[in-house]
């Protein structure tokens, strides 16, 4: 479009008022044919602020790819429990924020006070990398640069010019297959480490504001909260909290039967994989479903998997487990449905079931427990439930969204054209404003999905590390795993958006709305 308002410009204000540089033979335009641009620039910032948006509008149930996919070709079909069958609300991470703290006093001594710290759900987000020597939280691109505007240092942001002194190129060095070779910057790749991280957070601000108590290192801080927290899910406790109070936690799901029968129907084998003991889900998939009878829609049933473990192991035997979940003695010669296992690996899984790896599709919302492993060395097809996909579509579709959308549009192809057409020196010093105008444009749109660290997908530029992952990891993803009853499960085919290239030119028939956040 800018070009357009190059070339109308040009025509409008007649090119006999340029100079011929004697050094490139370039035409440039004259002092008065900027400010025209200028003027026109401004006309057109303005319509872009008050149209109505336009554009595709996306679905915030949609189910997105990132690889062909054909349901077809499944054969059987599996499914992690937690966030994945199990969609928690926010209000389980504030119980155990709350549970860390007190933890914190009664067992490492930590104050009294530091019990009644307030929560804040909407800070920290999946994805957020941070610095356990620090306690610095930030996003970071695929390319491992920092996006500056989201480092924070506890809950405060931290100025640009301290970040690169901390990190200096704004960049977090790799080696060769893309490992972090701080071993002090971490990643929250999981939904349960969000009140972890926070209660960090929330424990160094206070200790850093209450002037009588002796400091203690972010690290020391961090790992007292990494053991407290490891407790307080190996010991059962936040297991029996949820089952005492599961209408708090989670709602029922008319919709996970009717989507499991109907996969049933369509002769598909179900299976459930997790971590989580047996006792635990039987309560939650007995409220989800709204039925104790929920083990026959499954063919097998692990427990206690020990993912990622399952899918490197090649020796641990499977173990039948009764409903309180003791492990009976004996090997286990086949997988029987109505029973329940634990333990295991995968190739015993293939052996025992016959299921081609080929034709397994497998649901989870952890990266690297779920995801990686099976996808990249065992052959299985994986989807990705990203519970933060609906509230970020609803925001990409609003109309403060789009209309900012617009308005960065014609910057970034104002200062590519100004650059390229008119490198007069007025308009280059015009590109430095508008460069400010860009920066500023961009901030707001990262303030609207999240006003510390913006989009979980995306940084200003790039995807973020999270998506780069998501998109290696995962086939295709949503935010809850039900969204496939909207599509036929027998035979559709999904697929994936082509992706233009920088070298590229773009087909679309309409402007592109993807974020920069």
């Known amino acids: 479009m800018m070009k357009r308002i190059v070339q109308s410009c040009l025509a409008k204000y007649h090119i006999p008022n340029c100079y011929s540089d004697s050094l490139s033979g370039r035409r440039c335009l004259s002092c ?3 400010s025209d641009l200028v003027h026109h620039y ?3 910032k303005l319509g872009a ?3 109505k948006p336009s554009g595709p509008h996306l679905d915030p149930k949609g189910v997105f790819t990132n690889n062909e996919l054909r349901l077809a070709d499944m054969s059987a079909i599996g499914f992690d429990y937690d966030y994945t069958l199990a969609p928690y609300n926010q209000s389980l991470n504030e119980t155990i924020f709350r549970r860390i703290l007190r933890d914190l006093v009664h067992v490492r001594q930590y104050p009294a006070a530091i019990k009644d710290l307030p929560y804040n759900p909407n800070f920290l987000r999946r994805g957020t990398h941070f610095d356990i020597n620090r306690g610095i939280f930030m996003k970071i691109d695929a390319y491992y640069r920092i996006q500056l505007d989201t480092v924070h240092k506890r809950f405060s942001p931290i100025p640009e010019e301290e970040s690169r002194q ?3 190129g704004a960049r977090i060095l790799v080696g060769r297959r893309g490992e972090v070779l701080a071993q002090n910057i971490k990643q929250i790749v999981d939904i349960f480490q969000i009140p972890q991280l926070y209660a960090w957070a929330a424990v160094l601000d206070y200790l850093d504001t209450s002037q009588a108590l002796s400091k203690l290192q972010p690290r020391i801080v961090y790992e007292d909260i990494d053991q407290i927290t490891y407790n307080l899910h190996v010991s059962g406790d936040l297991h029996k909290e949820i089952t005492r109070n599961i209408d708090q936690y989670l709602a029922p799901s008319p919709r996970l039967s009717e989507m499991l029968q109907q996969f049933t129907g369509q002769h598909k084998k179900l299976f459930i994989l997790t971590n989580s003991p047996f006792t635990f889900i039987n309560a939650g998939m007995t409220h989800l479903v709204g039925s104790p009878d929920w083990r026959e829609l499954f063919d097998v049933i692990i427990c206690l998997s020990r993912k990622p473990s399952f899918f490197e192991d090649r020796f641990r035997l499977f173990r039948k487990i009764s409903s309180d979940n003791v492990p009976t003695f004996g090997a286990v010669q086949d997988l029987r449905k109505g029973e329940i296992y634990s333990e295991g690996n995968v190739n015993l899984l293939h052996k025992l079931t016959k ?3 080929s034709r397994i599709l497998y649901f989870g919302d952890q990266m690297f427990a779920d995801l990686a ?3 990249l060395s065992k052959g299985w097809h994986t989807g990705a439930i990203i519970s933060e996909l609906h509230y970020e579509i609803e925001r990409l579709n609003s109309e403060a969204y789009v209309q900012q959308m617009h308005v960065l549009q014609q910057l970034n192809y104002l200062i590519h054209n100004v650059q390229q057409h008119l490198p007069h020196p007025l308009a280059l010093h015009y590109t430095d404003k508008w460069c400010l105008e860009r920066k500023q444009v961009r901030h707001d749109l990262k303030c609207m999905m999240n006003e510390h660290f913006g989009s979980v997908f995306r940084t200003h530029l790039n ?3 999270f998506y780069r992952r998501l998109s290696r990891f995962a086939e295709i993803y949503t935010s809850r795993v039900t969204n496939l009853m909207d599509y036929n499960t027998e035979h559709h085919r999904f697929l994936p958006v082509r992706t233009k290239l920088a070298h590229e030119v773009s087909y679309d ?7 920069d956040v």
């Open 509 to 515: 028939s309409y402007e592109s709305i993807d974020g």
């Open 373 to 375: 492993e099976p996808v």
């Open 32 to 34: 008065k044919s900027v």
């Open 166 to 168: 901390y990190y200096p």
């Open 355 to 357: 299921w081609d790896p």
């Open 49 to 51: 602020t008050q149209r």
């Open 463 to 465: 995807p973020t590390l």
């Open 42 to 44: 401004e006309q057109v």
